[in-house]
């Protein structure tokens, strides 16, 4: 086999990508050889919950809310303190690696280090602003909604539920500005419901179908056709979401 610096067109005394570096890159282990440790990179395990256990991280939490709520018609209870505990630790990594990048005595494995925690947190970031911005848009989807109905206001975060009533006060000005004021009085309410006609302000429709996957052992559900099937633990079945909406709110199933 030829030498690849030759392929490469380096000459010997050429200067390189760093102090032995070729060196290092030609007698490295395959990556399947090489064990990686556990705690390499350092964010997720720092995401552990207070008692330390690693069945499931602060991250891993915050994934399966994230997909619950991107796959559920309805919206979810916020996880508001879950997201404060991560984004403090965010933070606090974000200030460790501006810290050690300024440190001019960092060595080049502290610097591929920092490298990785810099990729963890973006991928945090991409998660939180993700489930964000779906609880969003199903906040002002059915704001009108939301501010008609108290018990789905304990599911929302105090500046979350201001948003959807200001948003709900904005768009009916709007409609009431633009087109309802046109109309004869008794045509100009937003809470008419005609046959056959979809409803003015929208709803969640819990009927929709999702595909939900058992954590653990469940009782069984009832289908609309008055069947049941045993919810077993890692079984995915597909059901209209109100037949596992106390399941998932408890935590025992997840949506995928």
């Excluded at 005595?105 to 591929?112: A, K, Q, R, T």
């Excluded at 109905?149 to 768009?171: I, Q, W």
């Amino acid at each position: 086999m030829s030498n690849w610096l030759d392929d490469l067109g380096l000459e010997p005394n050429e200067p390189r990508a760093g102090p032995s570096f070729i060196e290092r890159v030609r007698h490295a282990p395959d990556d399947d050889d090489y064990p990686i440790p556990d705690n390499f990179g350092g964010l997720d395990r720092n995401l552990l919950g207070q008692d330390g256990e690693e069945e499931e991280t602060r991250f891993q939490q915050l994934i399966r809310h994230w997909i619950n709520e991107r796959q559920a018609p309805d919206i979810l209870p916020g996880q508001e303190m879950l997201l404060g505990r991560i984004l403090d630790h965010v933070r606090k990594q974000s200030d460790d690696v501006q810290l050690l990048r300024a440190d001019p005595d960092s060595s080049e494995d502290e610097h591929f280090r920092i490298m990785l925690v810099q990729t963890e947190i973006e991928r945090v970031k991409f998660v939180i602003r993700s489930y964000i911005r779906t609880r969003l848009f199903k906040i002002e989807k059915y704001a009108r909604w939301i501010s008609a109905n108290a018990e789905v206001h304990e599911k929302l975060s105090k500046a979350e539920l201001d948003h959807a009533r200001r948003y709900a006060r904005l768009t009916e000005y709007h409609f009431n500005q633009s087109v309802l004021q046109s109309f004869p009085p008794q045509q100009r309410s937003l809470a008419d419901n005609m046959p056959f006609m979809p409803p003015i302000v929208p709803a969640p429709d819990k009927l929709r179908p999702v595909f939900v996957h058992a954590r653990q052992e469940c009782p069984p559900v009832q289908l609309p056709d008055g069947t049941s099937i045993a919810m077993e633990k890692g079984r995915i079945s597909l059901t209209p979401y109100y037949v596992v909406e106390q399941l998932l709110l408890r935590g025992e199933v997840e949506l995928v």
